[in-house]
């Protein structure tokens, strides 16, 4: 394994880095101040939309996308430091449009999309014109074991109908989110992991009923948000369904990969943020006659933040560079690894960021707060740590 960075992604790097400085952290501020604007938050700032057209222009645009023919063709390896960079900044990843979970779905659609689908629903979606939501976990059913999903998918004529409740539904609360991508169960009989399909569902399609917003940890998080939504014999062309009844676990497989993996490369970026951040306040505020930065304690914090840091970037490389060469289902041990790994990293550095802060670190005046709750909620998301160890574990005593 080879980590240097080819030339193409220096340049990249170079110009990303540049764009963060000169666009991203300034507009932080006027992203919050425009979203709380007229009592309204579930609406895009205009200073968002103002941003990705200058990263468009800029060609910061679908750099998560491997296809060269609709996206940047970087392999994820070449795509983990770019991520990292976007991840420093809660706002920066829609900017270049390699959010979350529009990058997935983009993904699904480009490999398992037919024609019609992907020119109906994946074009909009890189050109940044809608947003999309996964529609998986269920609240009435251990989600984290997706073969407790109860949603049904069954087909009548030439169309398929939708029922059940489906909740964080990143996305959904968005006015800009058109399409979802909803899995539910079309047989009944035979193995366990044949059972379930995925199908697109028009969010303006009659039965779909957006119920409300959850907050995480306290934070809406508009106009993104996460939402429960109700699916009540909704009825949609049997066209709409993707590759083929059955075949939901071998779609979630091919998206989940890459989609997690793109996490733990913003969560490097979260974390270096926050360290950033730590080392900044320790310099310059004074205790008990002495600078935090001169107390042991913190030079430890520091050393553990930075340690744990390089560990995950270097297994988050190698997972990329695994997914490239083999396949994600190949590196499953590794992306498993790396979910637990990462979301316990970041979660760690900020908690000490925010502790070197004190009473302003639990407060808005700095982004640790939200951080922190972005990082706590990650250990859930995208299946929680206690199922990745025991892939990993099951691997590992097989030999694999």
């Known amino acids: 394994m080879y980590f240097e960075h080819t030339d193409k992604v220096k340049e990249l790097e170079e110009k990303l880095n540049e764009f963060m400085e000169e666009e991203i952290y300034p507009n932080e501020k006027t992203y919050k101040e425009q979203l709380n604007e007229g009592g309204n938050r579930w609406k895009a700032p205009q200073i968002m939309e ?6 468009k222009k800029q060609g ?10 609709y996206g940047a063709g970087l392999t994820n390896l070449e795509y983990a430091p770019l991520a990292e960079i976007m991840g420093r900044s809660s706002i920066a990843s829609e900017v270049f449009n390699c959010s979350a979970p529009d990058t997935g779905n983009m993904e699904v659609l480009v ?18 014109e809608i947003r999309s939501v996964y529609s998986m976990t269920e609240p009435e059913v251990g989600s984290s074991d997706a073969t407790n999903i109860s949603t049904t998918i069954v087909r009548e004529g030439d169309e398929y109908v939708i029922n059940g409740r489906k909740w964080f ?5 968005d006015p800009r989110c058109k399409i979802a991508i909803v899995m539910g169960k079309s047989n009944f009989e035979g193995s366990k992991h044949k059972q379930h399909s995925q199908i697109l569902v028009p969010l303006d399609t009659t039965g779909v009923n957006v119920k409300r ?10 106009p993104h948000g996460h939402a429960e939504i109700e699916y009540n014999n909704v009825r949609v062309p049997a066209s709409n369904l993707l590759l083929g009844e059955g075949r939901g676990f071998e779609i979630s497989q091919g998206r989940l990969g890459p989609g997690r993996i793109h996490h733990c490369m913003r969560t490097i970026g979260m974390a270096e943020r926050a360290l950033d951040l730590m080392i900044e306040r320790v310099k310059n505020r004074v205790t008990f006659g002495k600078l935090l930065v001169d107390q042991g304690v913190i030079r430890q914090w520091i050393a553990d933040s930075r ?13 990329a560079y695994m997914i490239d060469k083999v396949g994600g289902k190949n590196a499953r041990k590794e992306i498993s690894m790396i979910k637990v790994i990462g979301s316990q990293m970041v979660s760690k550095v900020v908690d000490r960021a925010i502790q070197s802060f004190g009473a302003a ?13 972005r990082a706590r909620a990650l250990r859930l998301g995208d299946g929680p740590d206690e199922v990745h160890c025991e892939v990993v574990a099951r691997l590992e005593l097989k030999g694999k």
């Open 169 to 173: 539904s990143s996305g959904a609360n």
């Open 213 to 222: 917003y959850i907050p995480v940890l306290g934070y809406d998080d508009a």
């Open 111 to 128: 490999r398992f999309g037919s024609e019609d689908q992907r020119k109906k629903w994946l074009i909009p979606l890189l050109n940044g």
């Open 60 to 69: 910061l645009w679908n750099l998560f996308l491997p296809n060269s023919e």
């Open 307 to 319: 340690m744990e840091i390089e560990q995950a970037r270097l297994l988050t490389l190698k997972t």
């Open 50 to 55: 103002e941003l990705k057209t200058k990263a």
């Open 361 to 373: 670190g639990v407060s808005d005046d700095t982004p640790l707060a939200y951080m922190y709750a």
